[in-house]
């Protein structure tokens, strides 16, 4: 069983990346933290606010455990921080290819400077704490990963086809 799953940084794309992928590859699309959201009925941002982060990593452990009981290949886009936790990177690979979209702390901040939803982001100085979060997190990306595509400047065709190319 392949899934083909997306990880890296709030902003880089997972999500309308992953759409467009599984419309290409004519397979279903997931999001843990849209299944997380359903599971929970609260948003991402509740769920900060009310249960604290920590509840949030153990909720995302958990899903990438139910993942693995997926009948059909899928494409499965993943909330930012799921690959920090050391425990969590050999489960995303043992779904299938883990594909890292990697993205610079400069196109992060202009796609989600309006953004309200993430809740790591709200803080007087967004761009400094995406540099400092990006840097610290860059090296979990790379273990948590079997591909690297770099999307910045991009178009989601190009994108797209090096995702393919790569995962083939
Ligand atoms: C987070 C990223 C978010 C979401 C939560 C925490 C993170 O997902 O899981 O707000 O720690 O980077 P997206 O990457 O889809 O924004």
């Given at each position: 069983m392949k899934h083909i799953i997306l990880t890296g940084f709030?902003?880089?794309g997972k999500t309308s990346v992953g759409i467009r992928l599984s419309y290409r590859l004519r397979r279903a699309f997931a999001d843990t933290d849209r299944l997380i959201e359903r599971e929970q009925g609260k948003a991402i941002s509740d769920i900060f606010a009310q249960d604290g982060e920590e509840v949030f990593r153990k909720m995302e452990t958990q899903m990438l455990r139910k993942l693995a009981g997926l009948k059909e290949p899928q494409i499965i886009s993943t909330g930012g921080?799921?690959?920090?936790?050391?425990?969590?990177r050999p489960l995303l690979k043992a779904l299938g290819t883990v594909v890292y979209l990697k993205v610079s702390p400069e196109t992060v901040y202009e796609r989600l400077?309006?953004?309200?939803?993430?809740p790591l982001l709200q803080c007087e100085d967004p761009l400094s704490r995406i540099r400092e979060l990006l840097a610290a997190r860059e090296g979990a990306y790379r273990e948590g990963a079997d591909v690297t595509v770099a999307v910045d400047g991009k178009s989601f065709d190009v994108i797209l086809e090096e995702i393919e190319e790569k995962t083939k």
């Open positions: 709030m902003g880089s921080g799921l690959p920090v936790r050391a425990e969590n400077r309006d953004d309200t939803s993430r």
